[in-house]
């Protein structure tokens, strides 16, 4: 009882129930009940991750999650605790330099955040408090306090708009915030509220918060003296999200139902999952292998250790001999003291500081992609967008592409072509004026009726349907931007001026460039549609008279219906439904016999690329729509299922219309489509189109884009290949699957690795078509079907052809796809590029998520790893950017190791000469500053701007692509290659000091070197041997490469002689004073130096002088006249792309 008790004052019972119920003003309902306020959270946003008192100790515990900081901590402490041959410092300053430098990156973003939420907290706002408005910050707004917001500003929380200073109860908002859409969105206001606010008793009863921001479930109770509580539904309609901005609208009233972190925009701003690259895979293996030669290296000198120790006068002086007793005491306890000393002097060839290398190659890196002006889209005015740098590599090792269809390949930027009125086809002809037809233009029809045209009732009842069934608002320019805005056409936010337009027309406004087409294609033909003025829709006819009808109910559209209704009502009475959506939703519920005579032309339409829509009516008895109301009503009052209900009733209600006729809008290619997806196939990958469109549609785009050939042979598994009548689906399904698999997958020759279709038109191509419910019976067959096959075979075959499309998809079926070919055989990488709301599923699910800002919002783009301003852009990020990120980061990693066994073989063989007495070969001084400052910043500067191939030839050479595919620089062979060459210069670099150590006395006065002269020696033929190395490995020089080579070196050389010539105080002894001077002052350390290096670089440099260097010539394709007149580019330019234009131009390409 207690605990419920403090759960109900604090808060926390009310999200164990499905509803909440809001007081608006605070004020009881009715008047004379006794009022208890409820507990909901404060209006506070947090997005912050710490703070001042939890950021040590929350920041340490995440970063010493990840295994190789933990490892080094453990090294660290053993190094503090047991007696070990280096001092802590040489693990804890790398450790500290690479906590202290994460701490710092994230405390800073977390600090911003903390301004971020400070900003908007203490933000002013205007609430309504017993009649008077009172000024206060955003974050003390509560649960039921009525809000004022005033145009062009933000709402403060989620509000159920209750008044507006527009004459028809609307305000006008836009969610570009949000969901990216900058096009406005009509809110309506509370129906049959109060308006003056102050003396308003009522309450909200809605559901609890969820993220969904396009989904809301609510009803308002409003109690009037001496009257029966009147309750009105409340749906998104009548919700304005926290975060949405006020537009065209003066002041608006608003009671909060959501605050705070319940807010949909909070909910919504919950992290995606993390995804993790090939690379980090494999670096993990390696890291496995190695630990596995550390833990090898210190069990074999441990063992030989106490094997030599075991000789008779080898562990003891004959002067101080231990008893047995002695011997044996605390022995094991030794022994495994002296596995972990020997783990801590081996403990360097695990590279703590390539994963700060690794973080800031890929953080600087992604700065090259946002900083290419070849993706800059002048239209728009915006370049390419990184929200994740941590998958810039895996952009080189795509093997399957899943594109979208409208608006990535093609523009969504839709345009009337024609239409079909009672089976015959009217085209738009522009150059026809003043005519009765206004435009219309008879073109053909059935074949025995040619040359006639539907009659005049049939086409004004078409245009009329066209002019009221949409959602579309007319835009009312401000006085300042009537001249600027009278000839604009705005759709999403993107300005598309119009041919021809008289001085009064307006702006449309509307969520889809289809309804706005529709409505611009009835105007060119003479309706034009007036706008909505207090749920009165207007229109002007051909005669130019203004027609009126009452809207009374709008039956949305949405992705299982595809289609949408209205109903209005005339002025003389007459109450009519006129209904358009897709062939498939219209013809099951209209009169057959009226079927025929559009079906051909909307096929026909299709086959072409168009979009169609079909449109029909319904006249509606005084009975029918009374029944119908009362349903809508009912439904529009559940607070559970109301969905379910409303799409139950809207079927009722959509049955039984006549056909009118269809409409063919175009959306043409985007630019460059067909070069792009041509390109992507060139290189080796696999393109999916996933599409909701219909398949004629689709198919008719994949002709165009290439993916689809002349010759290609399609293998179709849609709905219509299924109908058999005398057996049952799955077995027909079953039947076409075996059909297929046989002549795509068991009858085809065996493909040869690396070639492409281009170079296999020999072969028989196949291309897959499948439809939606097809899918659905593929990936969530019956019970008692024949299953167990079908996934696999559907998975065979698509692998097998060059291109498979997917028609009339759900965004729940594109992500089932993504993830079925994810976790296929192999695991092969997967990209989705989308650019609307229904891609961003598929786009999360894949590997690498590519985001296209287009005209359906920017939902895509806030949940893509990247995000282009078009789809052409996609050739570069992959083949240019992708194949060089991958080239460089596994050259990094390679090299990390190859220089890490470099540097620790040696110590591993000095062990050996000195008893396993667990004695260094290097200073601390070197041990620490090896990887930090010695060879660290070479190989950062190769990871960002090195080149092996020009960018150029990446682009024209789509075959590149394939070399480094399939994690190919990272597999097993090249890391062998690395190892091998690490463990040979390692053995060179130790013996050949020790042969030149054979006569110690190598100064002219007979001195003898030192074992800290040896480790030296050592150490400066190794420092220069990697750096010069990756100097061998450089294909382009720039100034920045030279400084980092050359300038390590010098620092190298400096920091010896610094450290070594001085004195220092701190240091208990001093090791190396004088030591690198002495050793320079020797001519035979000099030759042994200058020889070693040589004999150490000597097979990269054969490899250089004898392998013949591979051709990357460019394939020669037209150019376009631009392209020619501009002449020849200069290869010295060419070679220059990326951070090096804004470097100097004195940098050269080798390639």
Wanted: glycine share 6%.
């Amino acid at each position: 009882m207690l605990r419920r008790r403090l759960n109900q004052l604090c808060g926390g019972d009310e999200k164990r129930v499905d509803s909440r119920t809001i007081y608006v003003g605070h004020r009881p309902c009715p008047p004379t009940e006794a009022f208890i306020p409820p507990k909901f959270c404060d209006n506070r946003i947090v997005s912050s991750k710490y703070t001042v008192w939890n950021f040590l100790p929350k920041n340490l515990f995440e970063q010493f999650r990840r295994i190789a900081n933990f490892y080094f901590l453990i090294i660290f402490l053993v190094q503090v605790i047991v007696d070990t041959p280096t001092s802590p410092v040489t693990s804890g300053l790398p450790l500290f330099f690479v906590i202290t430098v994460t701490a710092i990156k994230q405390g800073y973003e977390d600090w911003l955040r903390h301004k971020a939420d400070k900003e908007v907290n203490k933000y002013p706002v205007t609430v309504l408090e017993n009649g008077h408005r009172i000024r206060n910050e955003s974050e003390k707004i509560k649960v039921g306090d009525v809000v004022e917001v005033v145009e062009d500003e933000t709402f403060p929380c989620d509000l159920i708009l209750l008044q507006s200073s527009r004459d028809d109860d609307t305000c006008f908002v836009t969610t570009a915030s949000l969901d990216g859409e900058s096009n406005h969105k009509t809110h309506y206001t509370v129906p049959d509220a109060e308006k003056d606010l102050e003396s308003l008793s009522a309450t909200i009863e809605c559901e609890q918060p969820q993220p969904d921001l396009y989904k809301f479930v609510g009803r308002m109770h409003i109690y009037k003296p001496d009257q029966e509580a009147m309750v009105r539904p409340l749906g998104p309609e009548n919700l304005l999200l926290k975060g949405a901005t006020l537009k065209n609208t003066k002041k608006i009233y608003g009671v909060a139902v959501y605050t705070g972190m319940e807010t949909k925009m909070a909910l919504n701003y919950q992290g995606k999952s993390q995804k993790r690259s090939a690379v980090e895979k494999s670096i993990n293996g390696f890291l496995l292998v190695y630990l596995c030669i550390l833990v090898s290296k210190a069990l074999v000198c441990t063992t030989l250790k106490y094997w030599w120790q075991s000789k008779e006068g080898q562990d003891e002086p004959w002067y101080n001999q231990k008893t047995q007793k002695e011997r044996d005491t605390y022995r094991f306890l030794k022994m495994f003291t002296d596995f972990l000393s020997f783990m801590v002097l081996f403990n360097f060839i695990i590279p703590v500081s390539m994963y700060v290398t690794v973080e800031m190659q890929k953080f600087l890196g992604s700065f090259f992609i946002t900083w290419d002006k070849d993706f800059f889209d002048p239209e728009i005015e915006e370049g390419a967008l990184v929200n994740t740098s941590d998958l810039n590599e895996e952009l080189g090792q795509v093997e399957y592409v899943f594109t979208d269809k409208t608006g990535t390949l093609t523009q969504n930027n839709m345009e009337f072509i024609e239409c079909c009125i009672d089976g015959f086809q009217y085209k738009n002809r522009t150059d026809v004026g003043g005519s009765e037809l206004d435009g219309f233009c008879v073109t053909d029809g059935p074949v025995n009726k040619l040359q006639q045209k539907a009659g005049r009732e049939k086409e004004e009842l078409f245009l009329r349907a066209l002019c009221l069934c949409h959602t579309v608002q007319v835009k009312e320019p401000s006085s300042e931007e009537v001249t600027e805005l009278d000839q604009v056409d705005q759709v999403d936010g993107l300005d598309r001026p119009l041919t021809s337009q008289p001085q009064e027309e307006r702006g449309f406004i509307a969520s889809s460039p289809d309804e706005v087409a529709l409505v611009m294609g009835a105007k060119q033909f003479g309706f034009t549609f007036l706008g909505l003025e207090s749920r009165t829709m207007k229109i002007k006819n051909r005669q130019n008279d203004i027609e009126s009808y009452d809207l009374l109910h709008v039956l949305n559209f949405d992705p299982v219906r595809r289609r949408m209704s209205v109903i209005v009502r005339t002025r003389s009475g007459e109450t009519l439904l006129f209904c358009k959506g897709a062939d498939s939703s219209i013809f099951p519920r209209v009169k057959q016999e009226e079927v025929e005579r559009i079906r051909t032309h909307v096929e026909r339409n299709a086959t072409e690329g168009y979009r169609t829509l079909c449109v029909a009516y319904k006249k509606l008895s005084a009975e029918e729509f009374a029944v119908a109301e009362s349903r809508l009503q009912e439904a529009r009052l559940a607070l559970q299922e109301r969905e379910a209900k409303l799409t139950a009733v809207y079927n009722q209600v959509e049955t039984g219309m006549s056909l009118i006729g269809a409409t063919a809008v175009e959306d043409r290619l985007q630019e460059e489509a067909a070069e792009t997806m041509e390109a992507l196939q060139g290189a080796g990958m696999k393109v999916w189109v996933l599409t909701g469109d219909k398949m004629e549609t689709a198919k008719s785009t994949c002709y165009a884009c290439r993916l689809f050939q002349r010759g290609t042979e399609l293998l179709e598994l849609t709905v219509r290949t299924l109908e058999d009548g005398a057996r049952r689906r799955e077995e027909r399904l079953h039947e076409l699957l075996l059909d297929y698999h046989k002549r795509a997958v068991q009858d085809a020759p065996p493909a040869k690795p690396g070639v492409t279709r281009s170079w296999a038109t020999a072969n028989q191509e196949y291309g897959f078509i499948i439809d939606g419910a097809t899918l659905s019976l593929v990936l969530n067959p019956s019970p008692d079907a024949n299953s167990s096959r079908y996934k696999s075979l559907f998975l065979q075959i698509c692998q097998n052809c060059c291109a498979v499309l997917c028609c009339r998809m759900a965004p729940l079926q594109k992500a089932q796809i993504v993830r079925m070919v994810k976790n296929s055989k192999g695991s092969p990488i997967t990209l989705s590029i989308g650019d609307g709301a229904n891609d961003v599923s598929m786009i999360l699910e894949a590997h690498v998520g590519i985001g296209i800002k287009g005209k359906e919002g920017r939902q895509a783009v806030r949940n893509s790893d990247y995000a282009i301003p078009k789809l052409k852009h996609l050739k570069k990020l992959l083949l240019a950017h992708g194949h060089l990120y991958y080239v460089r980061i596994a050259h990094l990693v390679q090299y990390f190791f190859y220089k890490n066994l470099c540097f620790i073989l040696p110590q591993f063989l000095y062990q050996f000469f000195c008893g396993y007495s667990q004695q260094p070969l290097y200073d601390a001084a070197y041990l620490t500053m090896y990887n930090i400052c010695f060879t660290s910043m070479p190989i950062l500067a190769f990871s960002l701007i090195e080149q092996h191939i020009c960018i150029e030839v990446l682009m024209d050479n789509a075959t590149l692509y394939r070399e480094v595919a399939k994690n190919a620089m990272l597999r097993w062979g090249p890391f062998l290659y690395w190892t091998v060459l690490g463990v040979f210069q390692g053995l060179l670099f130790f013996f050949g000091v020790r042969f030149l150590f054979s006569n110690a006395a190598l100064q002219d006065n007979g001195q003898v070197f030192g074992n800290w002269s040896y480790g030296t020696i050592v150490f400066t033929v190794l420092v220069f041997t990697v750096t010069l190395k990756l100097a061998l490995d450089t294909r382009h020089w720039t100034w920045v490469n030279h400084f980092v080579i050359w300038g390590s070196l010098a620092f190298y050389v400096f920091f010896s002689f610094f450290w070594g010539g001085i004195i220092w105080p701190f240091l208990r002894q001093q090791r190396l004073y004088f030591v690198f001077a002495n050793m320079l002052s020797s001519v035979s350390a000099w030759l042994v130096i200058i020889l070693l290096i040589l004999l150490s670089l000597l097979p990269d440099i054969l490899l250089l002088i004898f392998r013949k260097p591979k051709s990357h010539a460019r394939q020669r394709k037209p150019r376009p006249p631009q392209a020619a007149a501009s002449g020849p580019q200069s290869t010295q330019a060419s070679a220059r792309p990326l951070l090096m234009r804004t470097f100097s131009e004195e940098s050269n390409t080798v390639i």
